[in-house]
């Protein structure tokens, strides 16, 4: 009987020990995956964000390596993470962290990417946190006091209101307002229907003329460019013409100036103009030249030239 007993109390604390490390097993072993393919890839986020080592990543919603080592580094956290394929991973990849599960765990969403070119290993994808239900429960705590405030002064709001609607004068003047626009609208509706031809007609002469004024346009239009074209040259031709009068104007300058210079001679008895004016001895000896001039001409031409020349010899 007592061996009985003790065969019972060995097998009871067996199959304890065995259900402790199957449960251990299965803890400390649920993440872990055998590939041969294992990639690792570093991650930088602004904070861990709850993340612990074995924390599932998962590509799409599709589970595909687990976190190896978060490391704090330059007021950021850097996030080593092993995964099985990285072939579909473009230079876009990006990440976060979200929840695992409602009652708790967080996990690494990696998008893919969408550009064409290819990601490389040493590149760190670059990551954001999302608010979970503490961040949110925190934010409705942060928020408690600003609401409470809100709501006492809305209730000073709704009080000013109620007295202000309780105020008869109020209430009247909203009356007047109402009846003033209520009076204006069937005026306005009662002008409309008694001018509603002339209005129409007023439109239609509106439109006539708009269309008077493009077939105008239209038809004079090819004369405005000729004229703007005719325009253009003439000022061209303008142009061409003060150019030339303003070269006229320095020649003519230049001729007043040798004016000035022989006009400057004569005056001071300079040059053979002022010789021939006023040195009676110049003016006598040129009139002698010129006579005995005219009388050689005159001779030649009565009695004619006698040459006897010899060519070769001399005489």
């Known amino acids: 009987m007592k061996d009985t007993r003790k065969n019972e109390i060995k097998v009871g604390v067996i199959s304890f020990l065995a259900i402790v490390l199957f449960i251990i097993g299965i803890s400390l072993g649920k993440d872990f995956k055998m590939s041969s393919s294992e990639t690792i890839i570093k991650l930088r986020f602004p904070n861990s964000g709850g993340i612990q080592p074995s924390s599932p990543v998962v590509v799409n919603g599709v589970k595909r390596g687990y976190v190896k080592s978060i490391v704090n580094d330059r007021n950021t956290v850097v996030i080593t993470a092993g995964i099985d394929n990285i072939d579909d991973f473009k230079r876009d990849v990006s990440a976060k962290i979200t929840i695992l599960e409602i009652t708790?765990?967080?996990?690494?969403?990696?998008?893919?990417?969408?550009?064409?070119?290819?990601?490389?290993?040493?590149?760190?994808?670059?990551?954001?946190?999302?608010?979970?239900?503490?961040d949110l429960v925190a934010l409705v705590g942060d928020l408690g006091g600003d609401a409470k405030s809100f709501l006492k002064k809305f209730d000073n709001i709704a009080a000013n209101l109620d007295k202000l609607v309780g105020n008869e004068k109020f209430t009247g003047d909203i009356q007047k307002i109402v009846n003033n626009t209520e009076n204006i609208t069937t005026e306005l509706n009662d002008f409309i229907n008694k001018n509603l031809n002339d209005l129409n007609i007023t439109l239609k002469n509106i439109k006539t003329l708009t269309n008077d004024i493009t077939s105008a346009y239209n038809k004079y239009e090819p004369r405005v460019d000729t004229l703007t074209l005719q325009l253009v040259s003439a000022m061209s031709d303008a142009k061409v013409?003060?150019?030339?009068?303003?070269?006229?104007?320095?020649?003519?300058?230049?001729?007043?100036?040798?004016v000035n210079d022989i006009t400057g001679e004569i005056k001071t008895g300079k040059g053979l103009v002022s010789k021939m004016i006023?040195?009676?001895?110049?003016?006598?000896?040129?009139?002698?030249?010129?006579?005995?001039?005219?009388?050689?001409?005159?001779?030649?031409?009565?009695?004619?030239?006698?040459?006897?020349?010899?060519?070769?010899?001399?005489?």
């Open 104 to 134: 708790g765990g967080k996990k690494i969403e990696i998008s893919p990417g969408i550009v064409q070119d290819k990601y490389t290993i040493d590149h760190e994808i670059e990551g954001v946190n999302s608010a979970d239900i503490a």
């Open 241 to 258: 013409l003060i150019n030339n009068i303003k070269t006229s104007l320095a020649k003519v300058d230049n001729v007043v100036a040798d």
């Open 278 to 315: 006023y040195d009676k001895n110049f003016s006598k000896g040129l009139d002698t030249n010129l006579t005995n001039l005219f009388k050689f001409i005159d001779m030649i031409q009565q009695h004619g030239i006698n040459i006897n020349a010899r060519l070769g010899t001399r005489p």
